[in-house]
């Protein structure tokens, strides 16, 4: 159980044009999801928090107008990427828990983003 | 400021046994574990909550020493499978939102 995919797992993009990734919980409602970005050989880097039904939570330096998270439902958060620019290319993560008192973090596979 | 590992690296040969060390500035709720592999998400290895928690699943086990915002990571006889990059993720919040530390590569080789 507890199962996070994300789609899709690449996508090569010119620059200009916006990009979104999508994360779900197969198998349990998640009420928060978490959004990172990793750059090769570096750490996870926490880019927002999305509660579902409510505004995302932007970490500092990140900016929400570039990076638009949806949080619609208990099993789908969506990141766009909007105006992608080459700097923006990096692999980036989704996390998901399930219910207040339980405080593990289950990752997706990640979505590897290319801008040209 | 994220949380500091150590060592950065390290090699080992099947078998033998490793510490990893995971430092904060500032004080954690909880510790969280992870282990990635390359071109791949993190697995979840465990979590250790305030007050002293230590707890081991196989040959994997780990501490939480609150006071001095410090957790451990104890690999035992290790596998070829435990090579990957380790990271911990403090909560200093209370919410669950993780910081993450800068990582540990722990190579094992034959």
């Known amino acids: 159980g507890a199962v996070v995919s994300q789609h899709p797992s690449w996508v090569i993009c010119k620059s200009g044009t916006s990009v979104k990734i999508e994360c779900r919980s197969l198998?349990?409602?998640?009420?928060?999801m978490f959004w990172y970005r990793q750059f090769p050989k570096q750490s996870l880097m926490l880019m927002a928090t999305?509660?579902?039904?409510?505004?995302?939570?932007?970490e500092q330096g990140v900016e929400k107008d570039k990076f638009l998270i949806n949080h619609a439902s208990l099993t789908l958060s969506t990141l766009t990427v909007t105006s992608a620019h080459p700097e923006d290319s990096s692999f980036y993560i989704c996390?998901?828990?399930?219910?207040?008192?339980?405080?593990?973090?289950?990752f997706g596979p990640g979505t590897r983003l290319t801008v040209l | 400021q994220q949380p500091v590992q150590s060592p950065q690296a390290v090699i080992l040969r099947e078998g033998e046994d490793a510490v990893i060390n995971c430092s904060s500035s500032?004080?954690?709720?909880?510790v969280h574990w992870y282990r990635q592999k390359h071109g791949e998400a993190p697995v979840f290895l465990m979590i250790?909550?305030?007050?002293?928690e230590q707890k081991g699943h196989d040959k994997i086990s780990a501490s939480f020493n609150e006071k001095k915002q410090q957790s451990s990571l104890y690999l035992t006889a290790s596998q070829l499978s435990y090579s990957g990059t380790y990271f911990c993720?403090?909560?200093?919040?209370?919410?669950?939102?993780?910081?993450f530390g800068t990582g540990t590569q722990l190579k094992v080789e034959l």
């Open positions: 999305s509660n579902e039904g409510s505004k995302a939570t932007y």
């Open positions: 250790l909550l305030k007050g002293g």
């Open positions: 993720g403090g909560d200093t919040g209370g919410g669950n939102k993780l910081t």
């Open positions: 500032k004080a954690l709720y909880s």
């Open positions: 996390s998901a828990r399930f219910a207040e008192g339980f405080n593990e973090q289950f």
């Open positions: 198998d349990f409602q998640a009420t928060t």
